[in-house]
């Protein structure tokens, strides 16, 4: 690979990213101010909160409505540098009172989605608002009832207006939270490409799996991939996780929450990254070693020319053509490869299989069988 390649893959950004706050965050301080108008008899412009880790921000309001009974905040989420989904969306909490000692409720208003399947961190049947911000919402408008003597019985609704259409976008159906987007957020801030919420989704997947008692799921590095395998073994959604580069994400996860059968599908590129002990697959964060790729070619019977020709490749799949022309199985060594990196991670109750397939999504290499069903 020439320098001006390297160099163009390792480059990274020079300024500084700007963290922002998640959809928990906001919907905390839309119910902290909805709270206090509501016992109050008026909004301010701004709301202030307490997060987890003793954070203070303030929040400035989209807009607001009072009619005696019910009091609606809204905020615009800013995620910062971060490619959120949410970015720029409106969390819109309407509080009302609940009756006395019935304390703080959930609901999901529109946009926001409802649990259908178990396996998540809430019970099916609920609104789709973690755990985390549901502590964080309680805590803040509990010290908001304080503060005017009252009890803290209320009744939050919260909604993003076109999450259903964001949703889309998400891993939500798949998970089976029907109905519009998840609230999260465990510190109230977002961490520029963090990809906190993605490792969450791989997360969830696999207990959505568990509960759901899928013997056989199959981690997939893109959507060219994820339809092969699919098709290979008529895999329902919920057993289909979004890997993406995450690999150590959800092979250690698995290691603490093991299931029976595992399939990695995956392009070549990232499988020969898997291969060589990488667990973030990502181009700017890990890079494949091509005078290995090459030894491998080698280690196959190539003849010097193709060997040489591998060492000057600027891309793995150059390699790849290059070892198919010459009829050599490279597909299924790098299979092997990336297999024994998953199985090193893994605790031994699950049977793992990686299966490699080109752009086209065809198979080119696979190491380890699995029968669905079997």
């Known amino acids: 690979m020439s320098d001006k390649i390297k160099s163009a893959r390792s480059a990274k950004p020079q300024a500084a990213l700007r963290s922002g706050w998640t959809t928990g965050a906001c919907a905390t301080a839309a119910a902290a101010a909805a709270a206090r108008a509501l016992l109050s008899g008026r909004f301010c412009d701004t709301t202030r909160i307490i997060l987890p880790q003793g954070k203070t921000p303030t929040?400035?309001?989209?807009?607001?409505?009072?009619?005696?009974?019910t009091a609606t905040a809204a905020i615009i989420k800013d995620a910062g540098d971060d490619p959120d989904v949410t970015h720029q969306a409106e969390i819109v909490v309407t509080v009302s009172r609940n009756p006395p000692g019935r304390g703080v409720t959930f609901h999901a208003g529109d946009g926001v989605g409802t649990v259908t399947l178990p396996g998540l961190p809430v019970a099916v049947g609920e609104p789709a608002i973690n755990?985390?911000?549901?502590?964080?919402?309680?805590?803040n408008i509990r010290a908001v009832a304080e503060e005017f003597a009252a009890p803290a019985d209320?009744?939050?609704?919260?909604?993003?207006?076109?999450?259903?259409?964001?949703?889309?976008?998400?891993?939500?159906?798949?998970?089976?939270?029907?109905?519009?987007?998840s609230v999260l957020g465990t510190t109230g801030v977002v961490r520029p490409y963090s990809c906190a919420a993605w490792i969450h989704a791989i997360q969830s997947g696999i207990d959505v799996g568990r509960a759901t008692d899928i013997a056989h799921m199959a981690g997939a590095t893109g959507k060219t991939s994820e339809a092969a395998?699919?098709?290979?073994?008529?895999?329902?959604?919920?057993?289909?996780?979004?890997?993406?580069?995450?690999a150590g994400g959800m092979l250690k996860y698995l290691r603490r929450h093991p299931i029976p059968r595992l399939t990695i599908a995956g392009g070549f590129a990232k499988m020969v990254k898997l291969g060589q002990g990488c667990m973030d697959l990502h181009s700017s964060r890990s890079e494949i070693d091509f005078a290995?790729?090459?030894?491998?070619?080698?280690?196959?019977?190539?003849?010097?020319?193709?060997?040489?020709?591998a060492k000057a490749a600027n891309t793995a799949m150059q390699i790849l053509d290059l070892a198919s022309d010459a009829e050599l199985?490279?597909?299924?060594?790098?299979?092997?490869r990336a297999r024994e990196t998953a199985m090193a991670t893994l605790s031994g109750e699950t049977v793992v299989e990686v299966l490699v397939f080109d752009r086209q999504g065809r198979l080119a290499g696979q190491s380890g069988t699995i029968r669905s069903g079997a």
Do not use: C, W
């Open 154 to 181: 209320f009744s939050v609704t919260v909604s993003i207006p076109g999450g259903q259409e964001l949703a889309r976008k998400t891993m939500n159906g798949r998970l089976g939270i029907k109905g519009g987007l």
């Open 329 to 336: 199985s490279l597909g299924d060594l790098i299979a092997a």
């Open 131 to 139: 755990p985390a911000p549901r502590k964080m919402i309680e805590q």
């Open 59 to 69: 929040f400035a309001l989209s807009r607001h409505q009072f009619d005696g009974r």
């Open 292 to 309: 290995k790729l090459a030894d491998a070619v080698r280690d196959l019977g190539a003849s010097d020319r193709i060997v040489e020709a």
């Open 229 to 246: 395998v699919r098709a290979l073994y008529g895999l329902p959604e919920t057993a289909l996780i979004d890997m993406g580069d995450f």
